[in-house]
């Protein structure tokens, strides 16, 4: 093997031992079974079990063994180097993508910028700065149409193994990206101070979020709102800016925190069962129609958010169950017989056919 690719491979082992972290010894053999694979496609029907590789560390020169002999052939050092380099070039791209999948794996539940960098079937493939990130169809917000180099937010919402190995997926459909925008558009949620305790959300239409304030004097509704709405309206912007978010202070009191969930519906009557984790809602006739919302979609995040069942109820629908009579019991003894006491002339009637009775049967007597 000649000095200058000698010294091409002892740079190349060393620079990945030392800057990428990869262990010198599990390149070496790497490389030594690549030069074995090299050499029995050039010498077809050899046993590889029965030949070995001596590869030099620091010189990088290579020999074939058979049985304690050197069988290599004339010119293979060439071959050899060639294959040592590719297989060098393997290991770093591996350990970069490696040193990449870690780095982002710590990262996961943040927020990151992203540009549409193209499609790949159904999915669309993100990129993420060092890395791409894959958006399937199950995370992409529904009424939302990509194109390419569009730039936009993505959630990093897991590392899971594909059809080319780790992936990183990306979300703009995830709930927690509105709890991560909250928190990049809302000091009081950065530093702490507020804190996102429960979201809802049916990407593309409409989300609920519920915030408490762990600090005296401060509005946790207020501060996400911010004044004039311009916080809030930062984050529907991100989010394409047609999703709407109801913003909802939480309360450790169930029936209070239900009747919150449902705003903006008023003047609610809670009636909750704990134990099947259900609840009743008596609205007045004009909050009906808020409170269940298009298509019953404001009463669905509301238990989505609360984990409660919600049944809401009209006052007078709830007016007439209570005048209804309580069903009757079931037993075993007859029901009284009904007596309607007779009227006067009725009672004459009978008086007269029964004394004509009477005289007949005398008759026939």
């Known amino acids: 093997m000649p000095a200058v690719q000698r010294s091409e491979f002892t740079l190349a ?14 390149v070496l053999e790497t490389v030594r079974q690549a030069i074995l694979a090299a050499y029995r496609k050039d010498h077809l029907g050899i046993e590889v079990t029965e030949y070995e ?21 004339p010119g293979f050092g ?32 943040t927020i990151v910028n992203g540009m549409v960098l193209r499609f790949d079937g159904p ?13 399937p169809p199950q995370e992409q917000i529904p009424t939302e149409h990509y194109r390419l180099n569009q730039r936009l937010a993505v959630y990093l919402s897991e590392i899971k193994e594909g059809s080319r190995g780790d992936e990183i997926i990306v979300s703009r459909a995830h709930k927690n990206l509105v709890a991560a925008l909250l928190k990049r558009e809302v ?19 409409r989300s609920k979020v519920a915030v ?17 709405g311009v916080r809030i309206q930062a984050v529907i912007n991100e989010l394409g800016g047609v999703e709407k978010i109801d913003v909802i202070q939480w309360s450790d009191d169930i029936a209070r925190l239900i009747a919150q969930a449902l705003s903006p519906a008023k003047e609610l009557n809670v009636i909750v069962n704990e134990d099947k984790k259900e609840a009743v809602v008596t609205a007045p006739d004009d909050q009906l129609s808020l409170a269940i919302g298009r298509e ?46 007779a009227s006067p002339k009725l009672s004459e009637a009978r008086k007269k056919a029964k004394a004509k009775k009477k005289e007949k049967k005398k008759d026939e007597a």
Do not use: W
């Open 123 to 135: 999915n669309i493939i993100v990129d993420i700065g060092r890395a791409e990130g894959v958006m």
């Open 53 to 73: 590789v001596e590869l030099n560390s620091q010189n990088g020169e290579a020999k074939i063994l058979h049985q304690g002999q050197d069988v290599t052939p």
């Open 187 to 205: 000091p009081e949620v950065s530093q702490g101070s507020v804190v996102v305790k429960e979201i809802a959300r049916e990407p593309g239409n």
């Open 78 to 109: 060439r071959i050899a180097a060639q294959t040592a380099k590719q297989v060098i070039l393997q290991k770093i791209r591996e350990a970069e993508k490696s040193a990449i999948i870690g780095d982002f794996s710590g990262r996961l539940g």
């Open 296 to 341: 019953g979609q404001n009463v669905r995040l509301a238990s989505k958010l609360t984990g409660y069942k919600i049944e809401i109820r009209g006052k007078d629908e709830q007016t007439e169950i209570a005048k209804k009579p309580k069903t009757a019991e079931k037993t075993d003894e007859k029901p009284a017989k009904k007596i309607v006491p």
């Open 212 to 228: 408490f304030s762990k600090q005296s004097g401060v509005d946790p509704v207020g501060s996400c709102v911010g004044q004039k």
């Open 13 to 26: 082992l060393n620079q990945v031992a030392a800057e990428r972290g990869i262990d010198a010894k599990v």
